[in-house]
Structures are given as C-alpha cells and as structure tokens.
C-alpha cells in the first residue's frame, strides 16, 4: 500500500484546489471543500444505510448520516480543510494519519473509519459539525429532540448540588451537643 507524506498530500489537496476539472463548495464554517466535477453525491438515507452496513449500533445511525451530510454535503471524494480532511465524514488525515487518504475517498472505507473514531458511534466530538451543532439539522424530527444541544460560547455550566455538609457538632455550655441534624444529648461516659 502506497502512504503519501504530508507534503504529498498538501501538493495534492492544491492540485485539487487549483486544477480546472473541479468545484469548490463552501463547507461549515470557513473550510472549503473541493469536490472533482462528477463527484458521486449520497443522499441521507443512503448515508444512514452505509452506516448500519458498517456496523454503527441504531442508536447512532441517525447521527452518523447527519454529521456525514453536515461535513461533505454528501460527497464521497469531498476534500477539505486545505487538503488534509477526506471523504464523507471528513476524516482529518493528521489526528488519524493510521487511514489512507486516497482510501477515505471510498464511502466504505471512509464510514469504517468513522464507526472507529466515533468509538462505535458514542462519540462525535472530534467533529466540528457536531461540536457546533450543524449536524441537527440533517437529524429526523424525532432525533433532533433527542440530541444534545452544542454548548454555547460563555455559557456558565448549570450548578451541581453542593457538597454535603459535614456534620458539626459543638457542645453548649449545659453539655447538650448541637449537630446539625438537630440537638441531642451528649454520649454517656463511664466514670
């Protein structure tokens, strides 16, 4: 199996970039995604059906087509994030450089990849869709209400219940002890 080095790939993600034979579409945020001309387009539920086929558990096949549809629009041989991103779960050739790039521009490869990183579909963090929330909008109705919602930027954490109060106890100048479970008498002491 043949392995590019990160100079490789970034002179191929700007030839790319740069050759008359493709269009660019705007990815989320402020990456591009460069997609040839021709490129194979997979629609949701296509998605969602190469997901359960790669062994994502039900629960996450929703997720999986929805962050798919909000990273590559759906387009297999999408490239993005200046050529180090591939295929339809934008799979970031440098925090996963075990995966073959030219490998990822396949739908199976690529979804493997994914079931992977997302540990078995439990977490989708290393996505930005999802991170940011871009992914819902591709998720049934139903799932939606289900989804986590993204943080918000400054957003203070909902508090925690304090910890508990360890019990004080002092004892009153008639030796009755005071607990804050309420007052009691002191323990007898053999004399």
Known sequence: MMRLSQKAMLGLGALLLFSGNKRAKPAPGKNRIVIPKGGQQMNLDQLRDLARAVGFPPESVDIAGAVAMAESSGYVDAVGD????????????????????????TPSYNAQAALKISQGGANWEPWTTYRNGEYRKWLPAAAQAL???????????????PPPVAAASVLEDDDTEVTASGTEPPAEQET
Do not use: K
Request: aromatic share 8%; charged share 10%.
């Open 82 to 105: 200046n050529g180090q991103s591939f295929g339809l779960w934008q799979i970031h050739h440098p925090s996963h450089p075990s995966y073959e790039p030219s490998l990822l521009l």
């Open 147 to 161: 989804a986590p919602a993204p943080p918000v930027a400054g957003e203070l954490e909902e508090p925690s219940a």
